[in-house]
């Protein structure tokens, strides 16, 4: 089974702060993939890459970057963190975006104090 | 915009009892994929199935595009299907979107 691993699992910081959360995987996936899930809210799409430099808009996409530097490592970037940020975090994989089956990490706890 | 509707919200069994669950989108769409969140947070994928019908075990999925939705099927639940099921549908012609529903939740007591 494909393999996609974040880091880290837990992560706290403080309003303003800049936080970045990795995430890689190891089955040379095209796509990649940031959730976010809130109680109410489901999964929403932050961000996606389908390879290496290249960066797509999702659906809630404002106070996030993110970056994709190589075909395995995919990363999310909160420059000024808010407390509104404070969500489940999860990256996925696919070969060929939704037309396969996604593959996720076992997701980011970050809470913005 | 799109929409994917899940029902129940939420669902108590006992163990050995079969549960339906379903999905409906308010548009017509490329594929749908269901996927099963474990009590701690992960996520696994259970079927890619974008038509017709697909088994895994004690598990069914049945999607019919026509009639806008999709359903789930376990039979004879344990204790260890315990846990919140999702569905996600693909509506975009390139294929690269999932928009998700909000899940059902799912406890099977002994």
């Known amino acids: 089974e494909a393999a996609v691993t974040q880091s880290p699992r837990n992560k706290v910081t403080v309003t303003g702060g800049n936080v970045t959360l990795s995430c890689r995987q190891t089955?040379?996936?095209?796509?990649m993939y940031w959730y976010r899930q809130d109680t109410g809210h489901g999964l929403r799409l932050i961000h996606y890459s389908y390879g290496a430099g290249n960066l797509q808009i999702g659906d809630v996409p404002d106070g996030y970057k993110a970056t994709r530097t190589t075909q395995e490592d995919f990363f999310l970037l909160l420059e000024l963190a808010s407390p509104s940020q404070t969500s489940l975090y999860f990256c996925?994989?696919?070969?060929?975006?939704?037309?396969?089956?996604?593959?996720f990490g076992h997701g980011t706890k970050l809470s913005v104090l | 915009g799109q929409q994917v509707q899940q029902s129940p919200a939420s669902l108590v069994l006992q163990e050995g009892e079969n549960a339906e669950l379903q999905c409906n989108f308010s548009t017509s769409l490329n594929s749908m994929q269901w996927f099963y969140q474990r009590p701690g947070g992960s996520l696994v994928s259970l079927f890619y199935?974008?038509?017709g019908t697909k088994q895994s075990g004690r598990l069914t999925s049945t999607t019919v595009i026509k009639e806008r939705r999709s359903s789930l099927h376990i039979s004879s639940s344990q204790t260890t299907d315990s846990g919140t099921y999702l569905c996600?549908?693909?509506?975009?012609?390139?294929?690269?979107?999932?928009?998700f529903g909000t899940g059902t939740s799912l406890l099977v007591d002994p």
């Open positions: 089955n040379s996936h095209n796509y």
């Open positions: 199935n974008p038509s």
């Open positions: 996925a994989s696919s070969d060929r975006g939704a037309n396969e089956r996604l593959f």
């Open positions: 996600a549908m693909d509506w975009g012609n390139m294929g690269y979107k999932l928009t």
